[in-house]
């Protein structure tokens, strides 16, 4: 990454021109035959990639002067240390179309575990708000993520400049810096807007610094740390069931039905496990335990990305189709839901351009332990070391009640951190712990803010889903998805999610009349 202009001058804008534009369609490319990563994060970002080039195809006919301008900010690498100024680039998106007026609020769209692009201050809210109020919108990369990577690589050294902590830094130098560089009315309110883990570092921005940010709408925001999220797989067998999204108990019964017979073909060897992993893209020769532990934690991505990301564009499969794949014909065949879920691999592989469904767990381990950044952007290492040293959310399903296999288990999670950074179980532990009462879980104790969940999304037990007093809304949507609220509104979206999306724009009017009346309270 090489932005002469922003090192020297310590920020930049630039209009964004069309070749900046093929950034989501060269990762398409890069994918096919690419190395190890976790289908669950691939999926998420297949899905916003597409959104980001629909947002392509409508804006590459529009006047350049519609279109959002990229900016680099110099960011302190350890804002901790007074002594120490080395510096990275932090990558900014700017959409000031609707913006009306130099009072006006400023929506700040936060970056997760993945690049930002244009997209994010274009389509979906934040942007779809801002016309109503003639609100600034701006996008911020996490640091570590997409470009936004400091000189020096990712190696376990540099990654100790990564965590929320260190993000919220850069929310607050972001804050007061572009306030100057875009003439921003100290009295203007700025509102944080983020999905998933961004909606936590949102809602707790707010939390952390209630005199810089005036207000947050946390989507998806999984704001409590836990080292064995076994409620992920509880929620997935419910939403299976859920007639509402195309589920019944007769899918949630094929779908184990399919997994037993993945483990008995497994158990059998030889012959019957050499087709297995032929017809279920494994590219690892499953002799090995920890290897059928890794064919077995993809598939239950397959079905967990289903339910995760139900109903959006860009999903490969989503409940309805699943549940019509695994039971086929209905003739009550243990063959007929392992066929499905077979044709179930096969679409996501497609949609993904993938070859390979799962690697051996070597293959994993030695490229999570790559420090050079990857081209594709995804930052599994990074994201890795995040889980590993603040939040956990490792998924199982060792309760036997859950319909899939108990494999990968909690050690083999536990594992990784050990073998690509050498964290042991205990210091893992440790630093969930530490994270929850740094923030304060799932009472966090901000003001302020709202909290908005599907209710079929299984990260929503983890975030806040009650109301924790009069400053403190939650909105939890019947069928909704993984953040499905922050995307761009469709004709196909369910009554329950349009109806959420109002809820939203109301709460913001009166939060926003609130610091029309009282100007003190919207900036400083």
């Known amino acids: 990454m090489e932005e002469p202009s922003a090192l020297h001058r310590g920020l930049d804008i630039m209009a964004v021109g069309p070749a900046l534009w093929l950034g989501?369609?060269?990762?398409?490319?890069?994918?096919?035959?690419?190395?190890?990563?976790?289908l669950l994060r691939r999926l998420g970002e297949h899905i916003r990639q597409l959104q980001e080039s629909s947002v392509l195809g409508l804006s590459l006919s529009q006047e350049a002067a519609t279109l959002p301008k990229e900016g680099w900010l110099a960011q302190l690498l350890d804002p901790f240390n007074t002594s120490d100024r080395r510096s990275f680039l932090q990558r900014y998106w700017v959409?000031?179309?609707?913006?009306?007026?130099?009072?006006?609020?400023?929506?700040?769209?936060?970056?997760?575990?993945?690049?930002?692009?244009?997209?994010?201050?274009?389509?979906?809210?934040?942007?779809?708000?801002?016309?109503?109020?003639?609100?600034?919108?701006?996008?911020?990369?996490?640091?570590?993520?997409?470009?936004?990577?400091?000189?020096?690589?990712?190696?376990?050294?540099?990654?100790?400049?990564?965590?929320?902590?260190?993000?919220?830094?850069?929310?607050?130098?972001?804050?007061?810096?572009?306030?100057?560089?875009?003439?921003?009315?100290?009295?203007?309110?700025?509102?944080c807007f983020g999905g998933s883990y961004a909606g936590s570092l949102a809602a707790w921005a707010r939390l952390k610094f209630p005199h810089?940010?005036?207000?947050?709408?946390?989507?998806?925001?999984?704001?409590?740390?836990?080292?064995?999220?076994?409620?992920?797989?509880?929620?997935?067998?419910?939403?299976l069931t859920s007639a509402a999204i195309g589920g019944s108990w007769e899918c949630r019964a094929a779908a184990s039905t399919a997994f037993a017979e993945v483990e008995r073909r497994l158990r059998a060897g030889g012959a019957a496990r050499a087709a297995l992993r032929a017809e279920l893209g494994a590219c690892a020769s499953l002799g090995r335990?920890?290897?059928?532990?890794?064919?077995?934690?993809?598939?239950q991505a397959v079905v967990g990305g289903a339910v995760q990301y139900d109903g959006q564009a860009g999903t490969p499969l989503n409940v309805r189709q699943l549940c019509g794949l695994l039971q086929g014909g209905g003739n009550g065949s243990r063959l007929m839901p392992y066929g499905g879920l077979?044709?179930?691999?096969?679409?996501?592989?497609?949609?993904?351009?993938?070859?390979?469904?799962?690697?051996?767990?070597?293959?994993?381990?030695?490229?999570?332990?790559?420090?050079?950044?990857?081209?594709?952007?995804?930052?599994?290492?990074?994201?890795?070391?995040?889980?590993?040293?603040?939040f956990g959310f490792y998924v199982t399903c060792e309760d036997p009640k859950c319909p899939f296999s108990q494999l990968p288990a909690l050690p083999s999670h536990l594992e990784l951190c050990e073998q690509v950074f050498g964290l042991s179980t205990s210091s893992v532990a440790q630093a969930v712990a530490q994270t929850n009462s740094y923030y304060g879980?799932?009472?966090?104790?901000?003001?302020?803010?709202?909290?908005?969940?599907?209710?079929?999304?299984?990260?929503?037990?983890?975030?806040?889903?009650?109301?924790?007093?009069?400053?403190?809304?939650?909105?939890?949507?019947?069928?909704?998805?993984?953040?499905?609220?922050?995307?761009?509104?469709r004709p196909s979206d369910s009554p329950s999610l349009r109806l959420g999306?109002?809820?939203?724009?109301?709460q913001l009017h009166t939060w926003l009349r609130l610091a029309k009346e009282s100007p003190s309270r919207g900036g400083v």
Request: aromatic share 8%.
């Open 212 to 239: 810089l940010i005036f207000a947050a709408v946390a989507s998806s925001a999984p704001v409590r740390a836990v080292l064995d999220f076994s409620v992920y797989n509880e929620v997935v067998s419910r939403s």
């Open 95 to 191: 959409n000031d179309q609707h913006w009306a007026s130099q009072n006006g609020p400023v929506f700040l769209h936060l970056g997760g575990e993945g690049s930002l692009g244009p997209g994010a201050v274009m389509r979906g809210h934040p942007a779809a708000l801002a016309p109503a109020w003639g609100a600034l919108v701006i996008g911020l990369e996490h640091r570590f993520y997409g470009l936004s990577v400091p000189a020096g690589g990712l190696d376990r050294a540099q990654l100790r400049f990564l965590s929320s902590r260190h993000a919220l830094a850069d929310v607050v130098s972001a804050r007061l810096t572009l306030s100057r560089l875009l003439n921003v009315s100290s009295s203007s309110p700025w509102v």
């Open 289 to 299: 335990a920890e290897d059928q532990a890794e064919l077995l934690g993809a598939l």
């Open 441 to 489: 879980g799932q009472s966090p104790g901000a003001t302020q803010v709202l909290f908005v969940n599907g209710d079929a999304d299984p990260w929503h037990v983890l975030s806040v889903t009650q109301a924790l007093g009069p400053s403190v809304s939650a909105l939890l949507i019947p069928g909704a998805s993984h953040c499905m609220d922050m995307a761009p509104e």
């Open 24 to 38: 989501p369609l060269l990762l398409f490319s890069l994918w096919e035959g690419s190395a190890p990563v976790s």
């Open 501 to 506: 999306r109002q809820s939203i724009f109301q």
């Open 342 to 390: 077979r044709q179930a691999v096969q679409v996501v592989l497609h949609r993904l351009g993938q070859r390979c469904l799962s690697y051996s767990r070597a293959e994993t381990v030695a490229q999570l332990r790559v420090t050079e950044p990857q081209m594709s952007g995804v930052g599994d290492r990074q994201w890795l070391y995040q889980t590993c040293t603040e």
